[in-house]
């Protein structure tokens, strides 16, 4: 009778928690900490009764009651609950797993280093891999879809089961079956773990420009990117390339932070929540970068936090944006920590863009639409730049 009501006790405080979680603005990454309260099992839907009765019957009848465990059932329960929403950015955190994302963001794992998501289609699909990663090395490149890790299906995982299996040990191996658009039929990569380190900021001088690139919002970015800004300011640049390609999005305060750099006042972002309300983020003060010509490189990888930083340059008119149409993620999440350790990423509102436009799965048009790649593209950018600063005419946006 004991694990029988601490099974069922487990999985109704889990699903209290839910309910009782107050929207908080955040893009993948915001933190809420849990804090079950029997009373509002009391309005827990009668469905939710159906937990208890099937509990019931599986220790009744089950063969092997004694290899039964009420702890890994209850997680179980509420990760089906969870992928029953059918909404592939909300998401269960098992506690290993919720640890595991706490450390990412602080810039330092092991794994193969690509970011992972789900396409309109809720196929998982590599964002974008990191710069000079093991996936970059094994030519892993955004947009391929993983249809199976070492051998196993992938239909049935969400992004965060399907980056423990693919996280690992520096030195060991895991094999990804990826299909690529274009091509007749799907490939497999083997891939080596190593150490991945995210530097979300790298910058140099490109003659008298300076490029800095962003390759993910996390909690180190913005200090990292004002160091950047002031060292590229003391070597004399007279224009700057923003470089968010392949850039998958991270903590909405840090995206904020980032355009405020540039802007001088307006607004950074709206967030519409579930009920309708509209919350405007502005410009925050003490921007370093308000006068300097800027231009923004965004590709199909760049996604969420990413998608706000480029939006709100663009509506400002503050910057033009060259390159490719972006991903397409405007949901916001808020990551629930529940009692047990484990965890929920819910999706609780959308973003807009300042002139009001939702880019979910559309993306963000660019002003200079261009289908090169890498360094090819930052030279464009830079011969864009030098015409702005020299005052020469530039090409027209296209609209």
């Avoid at 929403?85 to 690509?114: C, H, K």
């Avoid at 048009?365 to 593209?377: A, I, N, Q, R």
Wanted: proline letters at 5%; hydrophobic letters at 40%.
């Amino acid at each position: 009778m004991k694990a029988k009501n601490n099974f069922v006790l487990s999985v109704m405080l889990a699903i209290a928690v839910i309910f009782m979680a107050l929207p908080m603005a955040g893009c993948d990454t915001k933190f809420m900490p849990g804090a079950a309260d029997q009373k509002t099992l009391q309005d827990l839907p009668p469905q939710f009764l159906e937990l208890s009765e099937a509990w019931q019957k599986i220790q009744a009848n089950y063969v092997e009651k004694g290899k039964l465990d009420p702890e890994k059932m209850a997680q179980g329960a509420i990760r089906g609950m969870v992928d029953a929403v059918g909404d592939p950015y909300t998401e269960y955190y098992s506690p290993q797993s919720y640890q595991s994302t706490m450390i990412e963001l602080t810039g330092l794992y092991q794994g193969i280093g690509a970011y992972i998501g789900k396409n309109k289609d809720k196929q998982l699909v590599i964002i974008a891999p990191m710069p000079g990663s093991p996936a970059e090395k094994a030519g892993i490149k955004s947009g391929d879809m993983i249809l199976k890790i070492d051998g196993a299906s992938t239909e049935q995982l969400n992004t965060d089961e399907a980056s423990q299996k693919i996280r690992g040990q520096a030195g060991t191996k895991v094999v990804l079956s990826l299909f690529r658009t274009g091509d007749k039929e799907p490939f497999e990569v083997s891939v080596v773990r190593g150490d991945i380190r995210v530097d979300s900021v790298k910058a140099e001088m490109r003659g008298d420009l300076a490029y800095i690139r962003l390759q993910q919002f996390i909690l180190p970015t913005t200090g990292d990117f004002k160091k950047a800004l002031k060292d590229s300011f003391d070597k004399g640049a007279k224009g700057l390339i923003l470089d968010l390609r392949d850039n998958p999005g991270g903590i909405l305060d840090q995206a904020i932070d980032i355009a405020s750099q540039f802007l001088v006042r307006g607004i950074v972002v709206k967030i519409v929540d579930k009920d309708g309300l509209e919350t405007v983020q502005k410009v925050r003060s003490g921007g370093m970068a308000k006068d300097i010509p800027v231009i923004v490189l965004i590709n199909g990888g760049s996604a969420s936090a990413s998608e706000i930083v480029a939006g709100a340059l663009q509506d400002n008119e503050r910057a033009r944006l060259a390159g490719e149409k972006s991903f397409g993620k405007a949901s916001v999440q808020n990551i629930v920590k529940l009692d047990d350790g484990s965890a929920i990423k819910i999706t609780t509102a959308h973003y807009y863009t300042p002139n009001g436009t939702l880019i979910s799965e559309t993306g963000l048009t660019p002003d200079y639409k261009s289908d090169l790649k890498g360094d090819e593209l930052i030279k464009w950018a830079e011969e864009y730049l030098n015409k702005v600063i020299t005052n020469q005419p530039v090409p027209a946006p296209v609209k």
